[in-house]
């Protein structure tokens, strides 16, 4: 959850490739330091207590620099870490605005917006055929995954380059195009050659090492799989999903990618223990 909530307010970045236009130039060595702000002290018992209390419980590191009232009743309005967040006035629930927000319930540290898109981006993802996916896995996966990948990346590159380490930790990787260039550039029509390919696996591989396969266009699901990759929320490549839709990050070392696993399978087993007798 912590994860989670640190991605959203920008304090990390997931290790994916995307476009982007170009940062505006930054200043250097003239420039002073900014007078730092004190953290808020709201009135404890208030709404802005709450709402501070709110944004700790699900990240104690991160430090509110205001709070207030927030444009639409029932809210109030945080600064924390560069991002604007709402949290309603009993400091239940917690919004993340803008591209990728989400709405987290803070008493049970769940990410409802993504428990939501999981279950959509499942659905998408059934849609494409087993056959249309490279699959590389070990004989007996205890985890499967899917990974939305383009071969230009060079973080997809250094996935494919430890794909008998993920095997080795029991992770199947079932990947599918996203040529994140768009449909119709040269890096779309390498993917449609290695999809075309009589042997997706030994194309992949090459493409990924700057040997594409000749060209040849066939009847592919390259385009399909761009079209799911977009509507299931996909910034940049690769995109990791575990089987039940949750996004895993971009780039992610295979130990670290099982313990990912282990943690969230651990988080879906029952809580529960059943009594003697009932």
Known sequence: MKRILLAALGAISLS???QAPDSAARAQGSARPAAALAAVAPKAGTADARAVEAVRLL?????????????????????????????????????????????????AKKNLSEDAMAAVRKQLIDT?????RIVFAPAKPKYTVTVFTDVECGYCRKLHSEIAEYNRQGIAIEYLAFPRMGLGSDDYKKMVAVWCSPDRRKALTDAKNDRTPKYTNCKSS????????????LTGTPMILSADGTQLGGYIPPAALREALDKLAAEHAPTAAVKPGA
């Not at 945080?78 to 993340?96: M, N, T, W």
């Not at 494409?128 to 249309?132: A, D, F, H, M, Q």
């Not at 390259?222 to 929320?233: A, E, F, L, T």
């Open 16 to 18: 994916a490739c995307a």
């Open 222 to 233: 390259v385009n399909q799989q761009y079209d799911i990759g977009q509507r299931v929320g």
């Open 128 to 132: 494409i055929p087993v056959s249309e």
């Open 59 to 107: 990240n104690p590191q991160v430090r509110v620099d205001r709070v207030g009232a927030a444009p639409m009743p029932g809210f109030r309005e945080a600064i924390v870490a560069g991002q604007v967040v709402y949290v309603s006035d009993d400091g239940r629930y917690l919004f993340l605005p803008g591209s990728g927000g989400a709405l987290f319930d803070v008493n």
